[in-house]
Nanobody, 115 residues
Framework: QVQLAESGGGLVQAGGSLRLSCAAS????????MGWYRQAPGKQRELVAN???????NYADTVKGRFTISRDNGKNTVYLLLSNLTPEDTAVYYC?????????WGQGTQVTVSS
């Protein structure tokens, strides 16, 4: 069982930045595709970004150029740098780990962007 623990959320003004972290309790962390999803009030959960074991990244069009996903396999941690934030980025952000048929989720961390 992979356990995921998100941190780094909070309240920030528009135009500001935050860095989210997700620490995994897995010694072979490097094999997982790691992703960040978000769910805004009244909206469905959506993919924000993911990064595979080789470092290839994908981003939602709404965040491309503003957010950056990265991973540190030595620390079993994936990061999401959120820059140039807008109120539309307000959501609960969830960490996800995938490996073939295995799929694990964190509890989420709240990001609130004020205008």
């Amino acid at each position: 069982q992979v356990q995921l623990a998100e941190s780094g959320g909070g309240l920030v003004q528009a135009g500001g930045s935050l860095r989210l972290s997700c620490a995994a309790s897995e010694s072979v962390f490097s094999v997982y595709v790691m992703g960040w999803y978000r769910q805004a009030p009244g909206k469905q959960r959506e993919l924000v970004a993911n990064i595979n074991s080789g470092g290839r990244t994908n981003y939602a069009d709404t965040v491309k150029g503003r957010f950056t996903i990265s991973r540190d396999n030595g620390k079993n941690t994936v990061y999401l740098l959120l820059s140039n934030l807008t109120p539309e980025d307000t959501a609960v952000y969830y960490c996800d780990a995938k490996y073939f048929d295995y799929d694990y989720w964190g509890q989420g961390t709240q990001v609130t962007v004020s205008s």
